[in-house]
């Protein structure tokens, strides 16, 4: 849960592209990192990429799906979705 602290703290400091980076060579060097998976959904939605991030959040819940952060991706996954509803 540290290392997904970290990177939020990132993301929250608008530096999304090197949470980014750091999330991915992270989860390389060790494949057993699958909160990294739903951090990694909100950095590209702070970079403005949502339907990738939507993807990776539903990624995140199928491999864990009562993961620490399961109930915050479905959560967001919910918000994001009220959000597109709003839009149309």
Partial sequence: MGRCRHYLEII?????EEAVAGLLREMSADPGYRGGIFILSLAFDAMG??????????????????????????????????????VK
């Fill in 49 to 86: 990429h949502r339907e990738l991030a939507q993807e990776i959040a539903r990624l995140y819940l199928e491999l864990e799906p009562s993961g620490y952060w399961a109930s915050n991706a479905c959560a967001k996954l919910l918000e994001w979705d009220a959000d597109a509803n709003q």
């Fill in 12 to 16: 929250a400091a608008g530096k999304a």
